[in-house]
């Protein structure tokens, strides 16, 4: 199943990121804080009532000193009206309707997109009746809401919830192994698949961000279908130039959301920097297994780069992914490019691999007995039982005596205990811990 993307827009200092954080923080689903990697909270996949969607905070609407209002209103606009299924419009109570509102307003109108008006910082009577004054922009009726003190939120909320597309599941074969190609721009992934494929299936080309739509294809591999998902590349946040770019991230994204297993490509030149962990935290993230090809690497000589020192550097960096591959190709010339698929179709296998409950227990009574769990306030986490409940990812229940014992560098602790017992390489593993006897 995809989640719907629900976009928040407007000026800077309206208080976007304040009710996304809010809604983060009180309708939390799959993000968490991962120590090793740093991440620009772009994004989240939330649950609000019933609904699973994606909530996108947008950048401020506001030009750059060397470009005009309106190109830049527009990018920013175009870009949230081609992706996201519903838009909240926030504005601020205090400034008024504004130049930019309007502006805004007038693309907005024009998108026939499920678009919410979101009137900010009324948080009195008398700025709550000043919200009436947005009516002039003429996208609706406008929603007074506090993000900073929660009030209207869940009015808003519910009106968004009215507004989401009805959930279709994808219409990939049964079993099918699903690999999206993620990374910076221009780092070669559509070269990448071109040449995995043996024929030009992506456009190549060497202006960076060319590939702006996820493209999938489906081909034969070992007797087995595979699709394959081409990305657009991901930038970091402050290098996000205009509206379209940045809403290829979110492309990125949902393709990582729909894969099995994501190839993360980079390059010779930068072999692993601050945005390739920012991918591998959102990879990690969604519980997706992960491979990380290293392009161009027939510029290694050149460059006086060896594998071994970019292995470490990299394991280094993605501390908190432990046991993905690294491989060194061109995609150009071909080398090592055969070593993509079957990475990704073993991380798959370990994906699907159930472990028998008496096996599990007994291997897990090892692991506690050789590092026991660290106390809190006197009191210590007790395990009774271990179970797997699913695959894909591998997910496992751990039954004790009270979960708020835990704490995440013991959690961090097994499951790294679980992989080097079992193997489940290149996959994160899904810990969940209920109190004994309740469901």
Known sequence: MTRPIVAIVGRPNVGKSTLFNRLVGERLAIIED???????????????????????DTGGLEPRPDSSLRQKVQDQAEAAIEEA????????????????????????RRSQKPLLLAVNKADNDQRRHQAFQFHELGIGEPIAISAHHGTGVSDLMEEVAARLPLPTPLEEEPGMLKIAIVGRP????????????GQERAIVSETPGT????????????????????????RRRGRVEGGIERYSVMRSLRAISRADVAVLV??????ITAQDAHIAGYIHQALKGMVLAVN??????????????????????LKFFPGIPI???SAQFGSGVDQVLPAAKNISLDRQKRLPTALLNEEVGRILAAHSPPSVQGRQLKVSYVTQAEVNPPTFVFFVN?????????????????REAFGFSGTPLKLVFKRKGKG
Request: net charge negative; hydrophobic share 45%.
């Open 34 to 56: 991962l120590p090793g990697t740093t991440r620009d909270r772009v994004y989240a996949d939330i649950s609000w009532r019933d609904h699973e969607l994606t909530l996108i």
């Open 327 to 329: 491989l060194f190709v």
């Open 186 to 197: 221009n780092v070669g992934k559509s070269m990448l698949l071109n040449t995995i494929l």
């Open 402 to 418: 009270d979960p708020k014992l835990l704490h995440f560098s013991y959690q961090r602790y097994l499951e790294n205990k679980l």
């Open 266 to 271: 980079t390059e010779a030149a930068e072999v």
């Open 211 to 234: 590939t702006r739509d996820a493209i999938d294809t489906v081909f034969k591999y070992d007797g087995e279908s595979v699709l394959f998902i081409d990305t657009a590349g991901i």
């Open 296 to 317: 161009k690497w027939d510029l290694a000589s050149e460059l006086e780069i060896d594998a071994a020192a970019c292995t470490t550097e990299i394991l280094q960096r």
């Open 85 to 108: 299924e519903v838009i909240i419009f926030m504005v601020d109570v205090l400034d008024g309707v504004t130049v930019p509102d309007s502006e805004v307003a007038e693309a907005l």
